[in-house]
């Protein structure tokens, strides 16, 4: 088969129709026949041959070339590919090592074996222009909402076609035990658009917290004019939800205008959701005030905030305990990854037999350091008092307000407090020297005698051990492992030490020891500022 000028005309209009029929352009078609016709004329003319196959637009013409580069006279290699200067000098004036000769030869005569490889590769070619095609239209739109129709379904999986091609709806993606029968017609969020050998792949949710979020978006007017904003959801698919919002606009109800006139904006959402209920709760900075709604229905009577281990303890009465951890947790785990922190639930009767043995506790501490009887110490707790440091260390007017308690009483309360802590502080230090400690450690200005003594007995026992040891391994934090957040103990947790205080000193210890150059971390604190976008 030859490209005559009878049917030039006719692969210009093959090339248009395939891209029509494609959604391509005809200009990857023809340059996949260029690609193919190329490969033709190597095999009749051999492989080490550089030839180039140039179709014209306009009137479907094949212009046939070969290829080749000027070399030195003495330097040529491959004959196919290269030519000399003398021999160039005769197709082209003036010829320069470097240059390309392009020379035209016959077009070829194809053969049934390699009109089947160039249709070959014709297909290959459309098939990635295709490919790119798909990818480009589908990436940007992950992260919304399209219809589908189902086609098949493939071990648990469902195939959706979506149009200019397939997507894959997963089995862990579907809501509960949702079925689906070929033609049905489904609304699904794009999760991910990957580019992958065998095409672009398009994954579909209908699990997916952002698609309750942009249900919503279609559904209410003021979330998608952004007068309303959907700050957090949190999902059990099929079952139940929360849902957080704001309005930026003090006229207009969030929660009212999610829910609708009768319902009728958020039922919509349900009925798309296989009946999955959802609990529309009005977003607030206060992250205690924002935990309480969202424990709704249940009543909280008091909530203590761990911002530091982001950690929240909540107390609702007795009778409202199983309301606000819900069927099987899941009120309590849904309002968890609604605002982002760890909830533990008490009653009240829980929290008082707490605050009644911290209570016990305390007051016992006072009874064996300080040499009082129960009702003395138990009036220290009452009035506050938590520590011996700080009986030993407060202004004696505050104890002084203590019934029963003059300016002499203080002075001795005092007296027996700072003695106690005294030789609780010889008997520390004399451990830890006993454990091998140097006095650099000792000497060093932030750590007292009991957390020198709790640093050697985790063998950190010179100023060298302790610039190495990392912020959270004194202080003690958090580590979410595989979804779960799990506790790391620092060595001086038990002293209160915050992550800021133990990092300060962390690095006057390196700048002690020549470490770190303090000029360094100014330059550093200043280039930041300088970074700060102004107010």
Known sequence: MAITSANQLELLQ???????EKMIDPDLVIEAMEESLARAAKSRYGAELDINVKIDRKTGGATFTRIRTVVEDDMVLNPSAEITINQASELKENPVVGDEIRDEIPPVEMGRIAAQAAKQVILQKIREAERDV??????????????????????????????????????????????????????VYIKEVRR??????????????????????????????????IKAVARDPGSRAKIAVISYDSSIDPVGACVG????????????????????????????????????????????LDEEAERIEVVVPNEQLSLAIGRRGQNVRLASQLTSLDIDIMTEEQ????????????????????????????????????????????????????????EDTAKELQARAKDFLNARD?????????????????????????????LSMDDVKTLEDFATCADWELAGGWTTINGERVKDTGVLEKFEMSLAEAQNLVMTARIQLGWVDPSDLVSDEVKA??????E
């Open 14 to 20: 093959t090339a248009e129709a395939v891209a029509r």
């Open 134 to 187: 798909q990818y480009e239209e589908f990436k940007d739109r992950a992260g919304t909402i399209m219809n589908g129709v189902v086609k098949r379904e493939e071990y648990g999986n469902i195939i959706v076609d979506i149009g200019r091609g397939e997507a894959v709806l997963r089995r862990n993606e579907k809501i509960g035990r949702e079925s689906y029968r070929p033609n049905d017609r489904i609304r």
């Open 196 to 229: 992958e050998a065998r095409g672009p792949q398009v994954f579909l949710s209908r699990t997916d917290n952002q698609f309750m979020a942009e249900l919503f978006k279609m559904e209410v007017p003021e979330i998608y004019e952004g007068i309303i904003d």
């Open 261 to 304: 006139m009768r319902g009728s904006r958020v039922q919509a959402v349900v009925n798309e959701l296989q009946g999955e209920k959802i609990d529309i709760i009005p977003w607030n900075e206060d992250q205690p005030t924002f935990l309480v709604n969202a424990l709704q229905p249940a009543e909280v009577t008091k909530v203590v």
């Open 351 to 406: 929290e008082s037999t707490r605050r009644q043995a911290e209570f016990e506790e305390k007051t016992k501490l006072f009874i064996e350091t300080l040499d009082l009887d129960e009702f003395f110490a138990q009036l220290l707790v009452s009035e506050g008092f938590t520590s011996l440091e700080e009986v030993a260390y407060v202004d004696p007017t505050e104890l002084m307000v203590i019934d029963g308690v003059d």
């Open 426 to 454: 010889i008997k520390a230090l004399e451990t830890a020297r006993a454990n091998g400690v140097e006095e650099s450690l000792v000497t060093f200005e932030g750590l007292t005698p009991q957390m020198v003594e709790a």
């Open 529 to 534: 500022s300088d970074e700060l976008p102004e």
